[in-house]
């Protein structure tokens, strides 16, 4: 893991929750954390902890956080089943999340209203004292959403639909997949991801329920052009030819729905600015791929371990070459390598945006392994077209799949950004 920027609140990451219901996600520990003594850190240091501490990305904008913004060091996803038939509770409750998110994100608490002694605090209070940590809440609505409950079912896009079984993903699991909404909230403090998801889910009772959650750490991409690339869990840098923030061309064309005056159904309009989330939590097979040899570890990615350079040559951002051939006549980067099947050149210039976390879940009870691997997320405009694709030819042939299974996850549409106080996540769906 690659740390960008010195956060005054370290931690050791530790079991996370990943449960079904709302006790599940929040009762497991996110890990264990040391807080510097301010009398004892540098002034320099001192100083930019605080720069971390404070910074705020704003909430009110035409586009949702948190798809685009450089990408923050911590994660906490949350998908939701929306319990009430009532589609003026629905929105209230939409409503009620975009007040929050408003101030969360600020480093303010979820109200400003004075507490009685006698009544529960309006805030859980974990959050209180730490700043925004450059927190974003991104918010999306999955497909399930769009059944006979509240009348939405022609505002469906096409785009999506639920993909069914696709190659990879045969042993998702129930439990760990899908849910009327999404929640991402993203930052630089991993208390303060948690302090959002919970006084968000705590907001939500008696109409939402908590399906299930993931914490993640240590970005596994890397959106922001000032970035370094980041390692995955396997060692290797992993998004080093991610889309960027500041490449607006090719965003337009690959990420935001309607961009370039691209035609957009008026039933589905409400989606226009906005971007569809594709989440898989992708495990890995830890002690398997320890045993791997350095040579075969290289041969699957294609990229050479310690710099993240091509097997053909360069450096971590020099074009692969897939045409060259090695002395024993056979292709220098392997036909099944996981770059070749991924690369846009293989692709027909297909491409996503891809906002990933490692994270682990601990032990794995059941086999005494480490349970832990890659939180995939990734930002497209039509993910039928793009990350379905995408998959199927990765599901097929990768050499990777021996050390990976994708066993949770799920599709989401994020609509355009929340304009101003009085307007709330998804008001034009509902409009």
């Known amino acids: 893991m690659t740390e960008q920027g010195t956060s005054r609140r370290r931690f050791l990451t530790g079991a996370a929750a990943a449960g079904v219901g709302a006790a599940a996600g929040f009762a497991a520990g996110y890990g264990v954390r040391g807080v510097a003594d301010a009398d004892a850190v540098p002034e320099a240091v001192a100083a930019e902890m605080a720069a971390v501490s404070d910074n705020v990305v704003p909430f009110y904008a035409a586009r949702q956080a948190g798809i685009t913004t450089p990408q923050q060091e911590r994660l906490m996803f949350a998908a939701f089943d929306v319990t009430t038939r009532d589609v003026e509770e629905l929105k209230r409750m939409l409503g009620r999340w ?10 303010k608490q979820v109200s400003d209203s004075p507490t009685k002694p006698a009544q529960p605090p309006f805030d859980t209070g974990e959050a209180m004292d730490l700043g925004a940590h450059s927190l974003t809440i991104t918010v999306g609505f999955g497909p399930s959403l769009f059944d006979d409950r509240f009348g939405l079912a022609d505002r469906r896009p096409p785009e999506l639909t639920a993909f069914g079984t696709i190659p990879g993903d045969a042993v998702l699991r129930p439990e760990l997949s899908d849910g009327d909404l999404c929640v991402q909230a993203c930052a630089d403090d991993p208390q303060v ?12 009772r008696g109409t939402a329920t908590l399906r299930w959650s993931q914490l993640g750490f240590g970005r596994a991409s890397s959106t922001g052009a000032a970035q370094v690339t980041p390692r995955n869990l396997m060692g290797f840098k992993d998004g080093t030819r ?7 061309a090719a965003l337009d064309t690959h990420v935001w729905v309607g961009a370039n005056g691209a035609a957009v159904a008026a039933e589905h309009e409400w989606m226009r600015g906005g971007s569809y989330l594709v989440a898989r939590k992708i495990r890995m097979e830890i002690e398997s791929w320890d045993t791997d040899p350095l040579d075969d570890q290289e041969r699957i990615f294609a990229r050479v371990k310690a710099t993240g350079a091509p097997l053909t040559g360069g450096d971590e951002f020099t074009a692969p070459d897939y045409d060259a051939v090695g002395s ?12 070749r099947l991924a690369s846009p050149e293989q692709n027909n ?5 891809r906002r990933g976390y490692n994270y682990t879940d601990g032990q794995d009870p059941a086999t005494g392994k480490l349970a832990a691997g890659l939180f995939f997320i990734a930002f497209q405009r039509d993910p039928q077209t793009q990350f379905k694709v995408l998959q199927t030819r990765l599901g097929k042939s990768d050499l990777l799949n021996e050390y990976i299974a994708h066993i949770g996850g799920g599709l989401w549409g994020c609509p355009p950004g929340v304009s101003a106080p ?6 034009a769906l509902f409009t």
């Open 98 to 107: 975009s007040a929050m998110a408003a101030r969360m994100t600020e480093g």
């Open 422 to 427: 009085g307007d709330w996540f998804g008001k």
């Open 242 to 248: 991610n889309l960027r923030s500041d490449d607006t």
């Open 193 to 204: 991801v948690f302090h959002a998801i919970r006084n968000l889910a705590r907001a939500a």
């Open 328 to 339: 024993n006549g056979a292709p220098v980067i392997d036909v099944d390598a996981h770059i």
């Open 349 to 353: 210039g297909l491409t996503i945006l």
